[in-house]
């Protein structure tokens, strides 16, 4: 099986920074693209930044200049780097990987558990 474990969330003052983690784990082959969606309350996920096998990345223009994703694929592992926080950053933070399990032909999305990432003004 594959499990994906986000850490790194948490409650920090508008200004600070935080960084997010989320490995993955279990009979993987490979990992082809890795993103972070954000969740508020009663609404859809929506995507914070992406990054391809290749290392190509892609950040919305909310998060542009002050969030970055990267990735290890050593360690099977992404991240966002979270700087100049806003209050209106606040959500639930998950993370998905596209995975090919080994043995399997085709790659499936799994998701992180979440992580709640809290801004106060």
């Known amino acids: 099986q594959v499990q994906l474990v986000e850490s790194g969330g948490g409650s920090v003052q508008a200004g600070g920074s935080l960084t997010l983690s989320c490995a993955a784990s279990g009979s993987i082959f490979t990992i082809n693209a890795m993103g972070w969606y954000r969740q508020a309350p009663g609404k859809q996920r929506v995507l914070v930044a992406s990054?391809?096998?290749?290392?190509?990345?892609n950040h919305v223009d909310s998060v542009k200049e002050r969030f970055t994703i990267s990735r290890d694929n050593t360690k099977n592992t992404v991240y966002l780097q979270m700087n100049s926080l806003k209050p209106e950053d606040t959500d639930v933070y998950y993370c998905?990987?596209?995975?090919?399990?080994?043995?399997?032909?085709?790659?499936?999305?799994?998701w992180g558990q979440g992580t709640q990432v809290t801004v106060s003004s």
């Open positions: 990054t391809t096998s290749g290392g190509r990345t």
């Open positions: 998905l990987m596209n995975i090919v399990k080994r043995g399997a032909f085709y790659p499936k999305d799994y």
